[in-house]
Nanobody, 120 residues
Framework: VQLQASGGGLAQSGGSLRLSCAATGSIVSINDMAWYRQPPGKQRDLVASITSGGSTNYAESVKGRFTISRDNAKNTMSLQMNSLKPEDTAVYYC???????????????WGQGTLVTVSS
């Protein structure tokens, strides 16, 4: 199983970017999916999460600006980021709980990270 994140880049303050994450490989099902971010020199923190049923959760700092979504049929997830601020600058990682064939339970997988830089 691999998670491939894409869509990072450079944006101006107030601008928008859209991140995508695709899970590939031998997948039976995916439960929770999430985006995390790690600013330079800081710890990795949760940005937003979404259950297989579509329930969402956001960090206070991004509420009203970011929107997480997923396509269960395609095993993909997106993060629409609007009204970007310089403090949103970070490496963004996608995460998913994946159930593989012949395995009981769900295992956590991480994407490789994509850099988002917001200039003031």
């Amino acid at each position: 199983v691999q998670l491939q994140a894409s869509g990072g880049g450079l944006a101006q303050s107030g601008g928008s970017l859209r991140l995508s994450c695709a899970a590939t490989g031998s997948i039976v099902s995916i439960n929770d999916m999430a985006w995390y971010r790690q600013p330079p020199g800081k710890q990795r923190d949760l940005v937003a999460s979404i259950t297989s049923g579509g329930s969402t959760n956001y960090a206070e700092s991004v509420k009203g600006r970011f929107t997480i979504s997923r396509d269960n049929a395609k095993n993909t997830m997106s993060l629409q980021m609007n009204s970007l601020k310089p403090e949103d600058t970070a490496v963004y990682y996608c995460n998913a709980g994946v159930r593989r064939p012949s395995y009981a339970g769900f295992q956590s997988y991480w994407g490789q990270g994509t850099l988002v830089t917001v200039s003031s």
